[in-house]
């Protein structure tokens, strides 16, 4: 369909431009600050009205994550002899549990959701899933990838992105989990981020389109009618969707961009692209 690579990057840079005049607006399309660090996304920690009357004990995470980048390990044939090298996408992050500012602590208002009585603290358990679609208004997935912890890309990862010893370590999400780490509000001294990054072991190399769904960044969900009549749980995730402006031949980091601004959204427990409830968050491989 395109005569070279040149002609289908600039096809889908007119895509990926077409989007640019819908972003999103409210407290999501804030600005991230002038120093980054790298972390060019922010979603800043928010819930509405609606939200905080139907879940008096929901909190949310301010979560910043770098552009999508990958890194190549070398892999070895049963023989010893050289096998190409694996491709790992990653997706490095920083996160920090904020105040709710628009929280009313006198609030009387009588939640929706019947909350049932916590057995501990609440955990912290990032969880990420990659999936790709290649019509970006139907968003119909093609392939569907679970965040996996690859020691070796891990340790590439902190070669990467840290910019001195003294920088915090980025952990793979099993390392992550966690008690819930305690409010901390933005004008505080001390910044207690934590630091972790997502992994996915040779995806698709002909993916244009796709969007990281991020878990575990809030405890927000809500309950409606099923199709079957059952109640449907549903859970407040993070979505960020890319685009990849390249394929299969000589693939580079650079091909990647957001594709818009994050989006808080409820997402079904169960389904394809969901992990059951009370599924590990990411498995060893």
Known sequence: MFANRSTRRNFLTLLAGAAGGSLLCGPLAAQPPALTRGFDQTSPAYASGEELNRQRNIWVMEVQYKPMRMVF???????????????????????????????????????????????????????????SFADRTTEIPVDVYHDVVIPAAVRRVNVLERRSTSDPLFLDSVSLIRDLPPEVSSDEADQPWVYGVA?????NPDIDFFKVIMRGFSNGYEIDDGPDGQPLKSRK????????????????????AFDGNPTWEYQPMSGPLSRESGDRPVGRR
């Open 73 to 131: 390990l070398p892999r070895t044939n049963a023989d010893g002899s050289a096998a190409a090298p694996d491709q790992v996408w990653y997706l490095a992050w920083r996160a920090i549990n904020r105040p709710l500012t628009n929280r009313k602590v006198d609030d009387e208002t009588v939640p929706v959701n019947d909350v049932e009585p916590r057995p501990g603290p609440d955990i912290f358990i990032p969880d990420f899933t990659l999936v």
């Open 237 to 256: 995730v993070l979505v960020q969707k890319f685009t990849r402006l390249g394929d299969r031949f000589d693939p580079d980091q650079k091909e990647f």
């Open 199 to 203: 992994m996915w072991r040779n995806p």
